[in-house]
């Protein structure tokens, strides 16, 4: 039996995540204290209280989440919860947890450079009115030849599961390609409540700023495989992760690609560590034939 680990990415975030855990594991405590200390302000304290609204700020949520789900997965590793793994992925900023669970970043310079990684999301976000939506029950294809017919950004953002995959782009766009969409036979277009146009070419300046900051990053060769969101392989080597994690905030992520992957690599059963249950509802849509394990917090 070949066990792959799944880290969720941006949306899973709730007020109160992680909290039981700060009280009842010493550990899971000293390193939500310690992600305080490193980025220089009380981020437990936002996890645990809110408000909703400063949580979900890119900024904000996306340090929260890799905190959490490192917490998480450090207290099962602890207490003997995990067996023998050998495969991890991440929904886009679930990456670098996969990353850190596989001994190729610390936790302390993931810490730092997802906290850099929100702040230029949420910047590029600002300067244009830029928007996401999911297309429910229609080709890639055909989503991606309606995009391109499209005047203004609008391509597809996320392949979550054949059936799921997410547009992005400036709103106008968005909103005609979701009308053409529709037209074309699509089940339901859904606006997202999102701060902008995430794994578009609207992040392009995020994404070039983050390759400056990750060439300061200690990247090693991953103890364990883990999957890339932007070629649906492994990454095996420190210059190919550090390539694809500056490409990744501006180019689509094949997810469903690389649990597809997993699969015909022989992965049957799949664990997803840190808040909610979004990536273990969408591997039962990509196969029926797996077995999934959730570990809230």
């Not at 890119?58 to 995990?82: D, E, H, R, W």
């Not at 060439?215 to 991953?222: C, D, G, Q, Y």
Request: aromatic share 6%; with cysteine.
């Amino acid at each position: 039996m070949k066990i792959a680990l799944l880290f969720p990415g941006q949306g899973a975030q709730f007020v109160g995540m992680g909290k039981k855990l700060y009280e009842q594991e010493p550990k899971a405590g000293e390193l939500f204290q310690k992600a305080n200390s490193i980025l220089g302000f009380d981020l437990t304290k936002i996890i645990f209280e809110g408000p909703e609204e400063e949580l979900n700020k890119t900024n904000i949520c996306q340090p929260a989440i890799l905190v959490t789900s490192i917490v998480a997965f450090y207290v099962m590793s602890a207490k003997g919860q995990l067996p023998d793994w050998s495969a991890s992925a991440g929904l886009s900023l679930g990456e670098y947890t996969a990353l850190v669970s596989a001994d190729a970043i610390s936790f302390e310079e993931a810490l730092k450079i997802v906290e850099r990684r929100g702040t230029f999301m949420q910047e590029d976000c600002s300067r244009t009115r830029s928007t996401m939506a999911s297309v429910i029950g229609l080709d890639r294809e055909k989503i991606k030849d309606i995009c391109a017919s499209v005047s203004g950004i609008v391509g597809i953002a996320n392949i979550n599961s054949p059936e799921q995959i997410v547009i992005s782009g400036d709103v106008e766009a968005v909103n005609k390609a979701g009308e053409l969409l529709k037209q074309a036979g699509a089940k339901k277009v859904i606006p997202l409540k999102v701060a902008g146009a995430f794994h578009s070419p609207l992040m392009k300046t995020a994404g070039t700023r983050l390759a400056s900051e990750l060439l300061k990053v200690n990247i090693k060769t991953p103890s364990k495989d883990v999957i890339s969101n932007v070629t649906a392989d492994y990454a095996r080597t420190p210059e190919e992760i550090r390539s694809n994690l500056s490409r990744q905030v501006s180019n689509p992520v094949l997810w469903s690609d690389s649990m597809q992957k997993l699969i015909q690599d022989g992965y049957t059963t799949f664990y997803e560590i840190g808040p909610g249950k979004v990536l273990t509802g969408l591997i039962k849509r990509i196969s029926d034939k797996v077995t999934t394990v959730n570990y809230e917090v």
